[in-house]
């Protein structure tokens, strides 16, 4: 028999390569990244305490606050349109490859439809290219080229290729529900839309609201996309700039934009406080209200 203090012991053995790993890769780096952006970097001096001066110069200059602003709202309807879009298309092929109407082929539709979330940022973005070429594609309009379609096609690029993702997270969900009580609502005369919408979609309901902070996180982090299409300039006009490319403009400079590491920082921190609120706010007010049922 094992005793307790070996046990914790070969526990702590266990976890510590990858706690040191995600300190050393996550939440050090946050730390820094943090204090950073209190402090200039620029002067004479060498480095100085400055306190909220970066946030204030964020929040108040006529073009970075603009830029910033711009770049905010356009995330958020990054946001939307994938939780519009993809986390209901999500659901639903779940809920049909669960529904037994796809019967022996359920498992060449699944790794078909989870196919794009494999692929690379880099090939997603030049096939997409080819497709909507205004030149030789599709698409005879150039969908990137203008202000009111650029985003929303990156968007839907995006959704394209990790849709799959969702759906494989509501379609395991979806097999955890018990058969008996599909069963016993198909006795008393439920139709498929009925028992799904009754039954099954109350139990995954965690599951579900996970996805949807899950995807709010994903996209308020966005960047590989936008950057792979369109490199650091978010043409046309900041129409494509999120608050992942606004910041490795402004840590790394590009676009002619001179590199400001403390601004940069500053940014960073913004964004990890306006995910984390959010995420905190829905964990409280949303998720701890969605009790799984017993079953």
Do not use: C
Request: glycine share 6%.
């Amino acid at each position: 028999m094992i005793r307790p203090t070996t046990a914790r012991i070969s526990l702590a053995l266990f976890v510590f390569p990858a706690l040191a790993i995600y300190v050393a890769f996550a939440v050090l780096p946050l730390a820094l990244s943090i204090l950073m952006s209190f402090f200039n970097t620029k002067t004479s001096a060498g480095r100085v305490f400055v306190g909220l001066e970066n946030y204030y110069y964020l929040f108040t200059h006529p073009v970075t606050s603009a830029r910033f602003w711009n770049a905010l709202l356009n995330n958020v309807e990054y946001f939307a349109i994938h939780l519009v879009v993809e986390v209901p298309i999500g659901l639903l092929m779940a809920a049909l490859l669960t529904s037994g109407l796809l019967r022996r082929s359920e498992g060449i539709y699944r790794t078909l439809l989870f196919i794009p979330a494999t692929l690379s940022v880099v090939i997603v973005g030049f096939i997409w290219r080819l497709i909507i070429n205004p030149l030789w594609g599709l698409v005879d309009f150039p969908l990137l080229g203008n202000e009111m379609t650029a985003l929303p096609t990156i968007s839907l690029m995006s959704v394209w290729q990790y849709v799959g993702i969702p759906m494989i997270f509501l379609y395991s969900a979806l097999l955890a529900v018990p058969e008996d009580i599909v069963e016993a609502a198909r006795i008393d005369g439920a139709n498929n839309w009925r028992i799904f919408w009754g039954i099954k979609f109350p139990l995954i309901a965690p599951q579900f609201g996970l996805i949807v902070i899950l995807t709010y996180i994903w996209t308020f982090n966005g960047f590989d996309l936008v950057f792979a299409l369109n490199g650091a300039a978010p043409g046309p006009n900041y129409s494509t700039d999120i608050l992942g490319t606004l910041f490795y403009r402004t840590f790394f400079g590009s676009s002619g934009q001179v590199a400001d590491i403390d601004l940069g920082a500053t940014v960073a921190t913004v964004i990890f406080t306006i995910i984390l609120v959010v995420t905190a706010v829905y964990f409280w007010l949303v998720q701890r209200r969605l009790k799984p049922y017993q079953i």
